[in-house]
């Protein structure tokens, strides 16, 4: 129905009712996808999140289990290794499927780290380390093959920040492990350590 709004011009009536409502349902609709949408979004990040964690399990959980047990006991029952040095050649030698003990060395030092075998044995998420020199992948955080080196690594070529990283590594692993002995460079000669340096050594780690 058309009526004057007594300035001479038209309009029809119910007009600015009914268009206030369709507005108000417009932005109630738009509310509605809104939070429909972020609905969706919460609901596909956890998905994403349980997932992730089903993957971390499927990886590494199942070897916590009675294998991963037996496999630490058999790991306390070997020997602990008396003091001497070490070439890259012969700690290669050590990484826990050669040989009973599983080695590493960091920044210059050797550590037994057979304890912890579900870290650094032939299955493990650092298996890579056993029996090499894992300074530059622990300052690099590389898990891969392009951290390790064949020949003798002076880490030369390393930044200060990731220096101080191999060294807060090197003083961790004081903590935790046994200390064996030195990564002898090219044409260094070994040192003869006495048993009471080993005893000595053994008992300070405990």
């Known amino acids: ?3 004057d709004d ?3 011009q038209l309009r029809t009536e119910g007009s600015d009712g009914l268009g206030a409502a369709g507005a108000e349902e417009e932005t109630a609709a738009g509310e509605g996808w809104v939070a429909g949408g972020e609905m969706l979004l919460s609901v596909g990040l956890l998905a994403l999140a349980l997932l992730a964690a089903y993957g971390l399990y499927v990886r590494w959980g199942r070897r916590s289990g009675p294998g991963a047990a037996a496999q630490q006991n058999q ?4 020997p602990r290794m008396k003091r001497r040095d070490f070439t890259l050649e012969q700690l290669r030698e050590f990484d826990g499927a ?3 003990n599983i080695l590493l060395a ?6 037994d780290v057979t304890n912890g075998s579900k870290f650094y044995g032939p299955e493990g998420p650092y298996g890579i380390f056993a029996g090499r020199d894992a300074s530059r992948g622990l300052a ?3 898990l891969d093959k392009d951290a390790l080196r064949d020949e003798y690594d002076d880490l030369s070529d390393l930044n200060a920040v990731q220096m101080e ?3 807060e590594w090197e003083m961790q692993f004081k903590e935790k492990y046994d200390y064996v002995g030195r990564l002898l460079k090219p044409g260094e ?3 003869e350590y006495t048993d009471e340096e080993d005893t000595k050594d053994h008992t300070k780690q405990d």
């Open 1 to 3: 129905m058309m009526a």
């Open 6 to 8: 007594g300035d001479g």
């Open 75 to 78: 790991a306390a029952a070997v």
């Open 98 to 100: 050669r040989k009973p």
């Open 106 to 111: 960091v920044n210059g030092k050797v550590f």
């Open 140 to 142: 690099t955080f590389c």
């Open 165 to 167: 990283s191999v060294r």
């Open 189 to 191: 000669e070994p040192s």
